[in-house]
């Protein structure tokens, strides 16, 4: 609900939370956490106009404007029926797409694995909107950060410049919070300014009108196909399925002079596809051990925190953690629906206290949070640069997630790689020649120059053509 | 905004070249059986890349927005978040997290402009207090507590 915190951020700073915790419960309060700012995300759009999170942005165009008309009550009560409607079916698409996309996974080998992981990377930097080469900068410091410590082929420790504590490497937590907590902190230290106006909202304005319904039903089944296939593939899903969707209710609506002046549709749309997006992003997850985005990331840290390995043999060796995310999936749209429903304006009222409380406690959960992963000084220092870090990419419009990514996966790159030069005896073909990694990588190649081409061929001038003769 | 591209564009080339320099200490082995310094080259020259691309584009195809890089009372206040922070960092072995924790709430909420030192005094304690409890006694994480308790 706080501006600029975020899943991300708000993951971030409860991790250290759930490490008291079992696998399987620390998974289920990591994935209710960001199901929650979800939610949270979407109240702060319609109310304030300040989307709590990327992908609330689309919400606040029409849902601000809802408000606006005195239907911010409908506008929210949409977008957390909405949200409930598409986390549900998103987490039977789970359930039916996981154990399937599991089974096929079995077949992977390193260049899979590789070609796979790059495909995620640089899927991310292509599409998350935005310069390429800002992305690409912030995609390689990751890679870069991820060489730091030791080399798990050779065992040799590289970039530590003999600090020991270097040798075990850069943690995600610390650089996660850096980036996105401390980094928010500091640019609201820069323009200090006071509460946000808050639209009031009573409990009698929380039902939608029958004809309200009947526009956002369709919409809210719509964004939840398009939010789930979205969420599948590797990118910004959230984000993406937003967009996506907003676009897709805009084209095929009878009403399109409503858009951007509070259509019901543009706010079922959008929710329900993010909340599907976020579902789906768990299939590569667990079923791969991938993470596509920086949340699914922080997951994959969480469960290696606490012993698990996600990837294909995870539903077969630990059946307990896969169905306790499901389960804990359908039980925290549950409870966030109830949460969120008649207790909006509860919530709301965090906005109301007081900003320098707020950037204080912030600020020192993150240095503790950090602290408390491996009780060590250097994870301070980390957080506070990659703070600094955080702060100046955001003054220069730089997208960061890459950064995290390329941290989290370019360990399993770098060994993936070097595994397969050693199983081919160094015939690089080998990741052209396989099927499916040369699927991934001509999908690849796709994602990298076929926007280029795309802009070509369209900014190409017609020719006039010959008169007849 | 161009120049401050072009500049992080520079930044991004230097970092990269320290970057090559150090994996140069690394064997690179052979493309058969690569060694610890392949894969760190690889890195640096998509370092390289994007740093050049950045610097590239925004000579080329300037977006021309600017950027408000805080002045006055902003860029004080963005010190006196981030001085006391790293102080923090500095001081929590010997301090502890009771009283680093105090100092830098108390630290903040100057600096966000809180005007009643009575009610800085008493947050700071409180967030302090409460903090310590709630990550040592109930999350049982080991932050330090300073020489105070030796």
Known sequence: ?469 | MKRALVVTGALGVVLAALYLVEARRYSWGTIAQPGPGLYPVLVGCLLILGSVGIALEATLRPTGGHIDWPVGRARWRLMAILLPSLAYVLLLRYLGHPVAGTLLTLAVLHAMGMRRWPVKIVIALAVGGISHYVFTVVLGVPLPAGFWSR
């Open chain 1, 1 to 469: 609900m706080l501006p600029g915190i975020g899943p991300l951020g708000a993951m971030a700073l409860l991790l250290t939370a759930t490490l008291a915790l079992d696998p399987v419960t620390s998974l289920i309060m990591l994935a209710g956490i960001y199901y929650g700012s979800l939610y949270g995300g979407s109240t702060t759009s319609i109310l304030v106009n300040v989307p709590g999170e990327a992908a609330s942005v689309v919400t606040a165009i029409d849902g601000y404007q809802m408000a606006r008309k005195g239907r911010a009550g409908a506008a929210l009560a949409i977008a957390a029926v909405g949200s409930f409607v598409a986390g549900t079916l998103g987490i039977v698409g789970l359930m039916l797409f996981a154990p399937t996309l599991a089974a096929f996974a079995l077949r992977f080998s390193s260049p899979e694995y590789f070609a796979l992981a790059l495909l995620g990377l640089f899927a991310l930097s292509r599409l998350s909107g935005g310069s390429f080469w800002k992305s690409l900068l912030s995609l390689s410091i990751g890679l870069a950060l991820a060489t730091v410590g030791m080399d798990i082929t050779s065992g040799t420790t590289r970039y530590t410049f003999d600090v020991v504590e270097l040798s075990q490497g850069i943690d995600l937590v610390p650089v996660v919070m850096g980036l996105f907590g401390v980094g928010e902190v500091l640019a609201v230290a820069e323009r200090a300014g006071g509460l946000p106006h808050v639209t009031r909202v009573r409990f009698r304005e929380l039902f939608p009108s029958r004809a309200e319904w009947r526009q956002a039903f369709p919409a809210v089944l719509r964004g939840t196909g398009v939010g789930f296939l979205i969420g599948l593939l590797p990118g910004p899903g959230g984000v993406l399925s937003t967009f996506a969707s907003y676009g897709l209710e805009r084209r095929i609506t009878k009403r399109p002079e409503e858009f951007g002046h509070g259509a019901v549709e543009g706010v079922a749309g959008p929710e329900s596809a993010n909340n599907a997006a976020s579902s789906a992003a768990m299939v590569p997850l667990l079923a791969l051990g991938i993470p596509f985005s920086p949340i699914t990331a922080l997951l994959l840290a969480a469960l290696v925190l606490q012993g698990v390995q996600p990837g294909p043999l995870l539903m077969q060796q630990r059946p307990d953690v896969f169905w306790g995310v499901v389960a804990s999936m359908y039980v925290g749209n549950v409870a966030l629906l109830i949460l969120n429903f008649p207790l909006v304006g509860i919530w709301v009222s965090v906005l109301r206290i007081p900003q320098p409380v707020l950037v204080a406690l912030i600020l020192l959960f993150t240095l503790v949070g950090a602290y408390s992963i491996n009780n060590s000084m250097l994870d301070l220092l980390v957080l506070i640069v990659m703070g600094v870090v955080g702060y100046v990419g955001k003054k220069l419009d730089f997208d960061l997630s890459p950064m995290v990514l390329g941290l989290v996966l370019g360990t399993m790159l770098e060994k993936t790689f070097h595994q397969t030069l050693y199983m081919s005896r160094g015939d690089v073909s080998v990741f052209f020649l396989r099927p499916i990694s040369g699927t991934l990588l001509a999908m690849l190649v796709v994602i990298l120059v076929g926007p280029t081409i795309w802009r070509l061929i369209r900014r190409r001038p017609v020719t006039a053509r010959p008169a007849n003769p």
